[in-house]
């Protein structure tokens, strides 16, 4: 459970670190399977190259260009993320922030294993993830649980805090819903970014409208991330949208 404390800061700031939540040898058998998966090479998968972000292998052929960057699907890929998905510590903590009992868990997006790897990892720029939801509320939140430690040497996530209170004008992004760099007052909003450092088993919850971004891997190892997001049961997705193309889980 949060403290009310942490409930506050989530609401101030738009996110909240639980340290620990997940113990160790949930964070060793998710490991273990993702690194599995990894090797096979199993499907769905997202490769580096199809988002084309700066950093990434520019063809399939390129080196690097068959460079995984999240698993996809992460609830069917094996009992044990879905369990991790719906653990009832992670239900206790969201119910606290959403203040309600009936949580969804959305299969469309996120629900997955992020592969940060190093050499060919590219850049995350300034976003909302609200950039790949349509639900009836823009009022999501993420659970991403790290496996690893994560820090600025491996690409951890840098937010800004409060920035989900914020609207901004379409102008401020690019076609892409990035925060645009070349803006003055883009450029002082992302000077008050913090990083997030995390330990294995630590969880970062954050809400869908708040501004984050991620640097490359630059260490040698893989960092692996299992990230779920969630939602009101009953917030709908938009029909006909890739927010409603599977079945949200009622956890
Ligand atoms: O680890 C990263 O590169 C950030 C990923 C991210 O922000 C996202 O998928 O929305």
């Not at 460079?67 to 609830?75: F, G, I």
């Not at 995350?124 to 993420?142: E, G, M, P, V």
């Not at 994560?150 to 076609?175: Q, T, Y």
């Amino acid at each position: 459970m949060l403290t009310a404390a942490d409930v506050s800061r989530f609401h101030k700031n738009g996110f909240v670190v639980a340290e620990g939540l997940a113990d160790g040898e949930v964070c060793d058998e998710l490991q273990a399977l993702a690194v599995n998966h990894l090797q096979q090479n199993l499907a769905p998968v997202e490769y580096e190259v199809d988002l084309q972000y700066p950093g990434s292998p520019v063809h399939p052929e390129a080196l690097g260009g068959m460079t995984v960057r999240r698993l996809l699907q992460a609830c069917s890929r094996d009992l044990a993320f879905r369990k991790w998905a719906a653990h009832a510590s992670v239900k206790a903590c969201l119910q606290q922030l959403f203040e309600l009992e009936q949580i969804g868990l959305s299969q469309c997006h996120h629900n997955c294993i992020m592969t940060k790897q190093p050499g060919f990892s590219s850049v995350t720029l300034w976003h909302q993830d609200n950039r790949y939801w349509a639900f009836d509320q823009d009022n999501l939140i993420s659970v991403w649980l790290a496996l690893d430690e994560e820090n600025h040497k491996n690409g951890c996530l840098r937010v800004i805090p409060g920035s989900h209170r914020l609207a901004l004008d379409p102008g401020r992004f690019d076609a892409s819903l990035f925060l645009r760099a070349d803006l003055a007052e883009n450029k002082a909003l992302i000077k008050r970014a913090e990083r997030v450092e995390l330990k294995a088993g630590d969880i970062l919850f954050f809400h869908s409208k708040l501004f984050h971004a991620a640097g490359r891997n630059l260490s040698d190892q893989i960092k692996f991330s299992v990230v779920f997001t969630y939602h009101d049961f009953n917030n709908h997705p938009i029909a006909a949208t890739r927010s409603a193309q599977f079945p949200s889980i009622n956890i």
